[in-house]
T-cell receptor, first 114, second 114 residues
Framework: DAEITQSPRHKITETGRQVTLACHQT?????MFWYRQDLGHGLRLIHY???????NKGEVSDGYSVSRSNTEDLPLTLESAASSQTSVYFC?????????????FGPGTRLTVL | QQQVKQSPQSLIVQKGGISIINCAYE??????FPWYQQFPGKGPALLIA?????SEKKEGRFTISFNKSAKQFSLHIMDSQPGDSATYFC?????????????FGQGTTLQVKP
């Protein structure tokens, strides 16, 4: 069965360190998204991609970067982790042209920045 | 800028009761309105969705009511069950553009007491 996976599921890091969160999908979807979830803010879009070598900034992109070298993967990098980036991160994917834009979410990564 | 506002932030309902969650949007170009359900430790998953050409959509115990003139839509859960306890997110997008981007509300944590 097709799926979307994230790793690691939990990560503790220190302020200033570079961190990369992995996202891998086997749906063969063109669209991929990264969100952060914080209480009271819902799901906020960090970055998104519509295909290989395409990346776009979302609502809260400062301090984050992504790259898309293939269809299956969209890693999220925190260049210099800050305590404000402590959050739960979700990756999602959807099919270009599919009516309804249903997004399929991964299980999330809980990141703690000390 | 929050384009989709969701209320209440939390909701407690007795088993068998009706749960109602409301959302309001600003962008009149939105034409796709999904609701996502998220259980603890899991990623959100599509529950039900509506387009503005209808005022109501029902799937089992879950109903979306849509008021285009007021730019509001709501989720009604009839005969609420303890298994419905989860976080619910409304969202909106310009489906016709096929961008796949969703703007999420802040989320509502629903607790159904037995």
């Amino acid at each position: 069965d097709a799926e979307i996976t994230q790793s690691p599921r939990h990560k503790i890091t220190e302020t200033g360190r570079q961190v990369t969160l992995a996202c891998h999908q086997t749906w063969n979807h063109n669209n991929m998204f990264w969100y952060r979830q914080d209480l009271g803010h819902g799901l906020r879009l960090i970055h998104y991609s519509y295909g290989v070598h395409d990346t776009n900034k979302g609502e809260v992109s400062d301090g984050y970067s992504v790259s898309r070298s293939n269809t299956e993967d969209l890693p999220l990098t925190l260049e210099s982790a800050a305590s404000s980036q402590t959050s739960v991160y979700f990756c999602a994917s959807s099919d270009r042209g599919r009516l309804g834009n249903e997004q399929f979410f991964g299980p999330g990564t809980r990141l703690t920045v000390l | 800028q929050q384009q989709v506002k969701q209320s209440p932030q939390s909701l407690i309902v007795q088993k068998g009761g009706i749960s109602i969650i409301n959302c309001a949007y600003e962008n009149t170009a939105f034409d796709y309105f999904p609701w996502y359900q998220q259980f603890p430790g899991k990623g959100p998953a599509l529950l039900i969705a509506i387009r503005p050409d209808v005022s109501e959509k029902k799937e089992g115990r879950f109903t979306i009511s849509f008021n285009k003139s007021a730019k509001q839509f709501s989720l009604h859960i009839m005969d609420s069950q303890p298994g419905d306890s989860a976080t619910y997110f409304c969202a909106a997008s310009e489906g016709s553009s096929n961008t796949g981007k969703l703007i999420f509300g802040q989320g509502t944590t629903l607790q159904v007491k037995p």
